[in-house]
């Protein structure tokens, strides 16, 4: 099974500042990388595909890098409605596995 | 719009069963591979199970194996998930999700076991 470790657990953070989370696969999975967006009470949402893909509607302050066993999700100019917890996903073999989560505050 | 509507959960006492059941619309359900996850309550996203297009290949998580069941009606456009023998453990929220992106989720149902 591959082990999906993201850093760092809990970020307070005051709008307008970068936030960076990173995620790190246990073996080599490419870029078969996901990175969501869970609000409280709703469900997750995807915001960037395969490592670095975007997607339509997301806003471009998110962005994503990375491949192989390092990744790394990106939130520019941080704005109040990022107060979420962020997760990643591996969709390179079976089980497919998610990191534990970053939840990020608004300060 | 393209949407996923799950249905189904509810209260089951430990060692219920109980099916649950997805409707799909606003994209051509046929052709996408599909999944379910769960969330227990304050916990993260565990993934339990996927299914092929045409409901041919399915797999599972160990922890589900042998308990859980995957299928799909493609003519009714819904995916289903029918669950055994339940634990303390299988509580949480079951969301219906397309394709290995992930990139549909439904709301969710709850399913709680408990005595």
């Known amino acids: 099974e591959i082990v999906l470790t993201q850093s760092p657990d809990f970020q307070s953070v005051t709008p307008k500042e970068k936030v960076t989370i990173t995620c790190r696969a246990s073996q080599s999975i490419g870029s078969s990388l996901h990175w969501y967006q869970q609000k409280p009470d709703q469900s997750p949402k995807l915001l960037i595909k395969y490592a670095s893909q975007s997607i339509s509607g997301v806003p471009s302050r998110f962005s994503g890098s990375g491949s192989g066993t390092d990744f790394t999700l990106t939130i520019n100019s941080l704005e109040a409605e990022d107060a979420a917890t962020y997760y990643c996903?591996?969709?390179?073999?079976?089980?497919?596995?998610f990191g534990g989560g970053t939840k990020v505050e608004i300060k | 719009e393209v949407q996923l509507a799950e249905s189904g959960g509810g209260l089951v006492q430990p060692g219920g069963s109980l099916r649950l059941s997805c409707a799909a619309s606003?994209?051509?359900?046929?052709?996408?591979?599909m999944h379910w996850v769960r969330q227990a309550p304050g916990k993260g996203l565990v993934w339990v199970s996927r299914i092929n297009h045409d409901g041919s290949s399915t797999s599972y998580a160990d922890s589900v194996k042998g308990r859980f069941t995957i299928s799909r009606d493609n003519a009714k456009n819904t995916l289903y998930l029918q669950m055994n023998s339940l634990r303390a453990e299988d509580t949480a929220v079951y969301y219906c999700?397309?394709?290995?992106?992930?990139?549909?989720w439904g709301q969710g149902t709850t399913v709680t076991v408990s005595s």
């Open positions: 999700i397309r394709d290995y992106t992930m990139d549909v």
């Open positions: 996903h591996q969709s390179s073999s079976l089980p497919l596995t």
């Open positions: 606003g994209f051509t359900f046929s052709s996408y591979w």
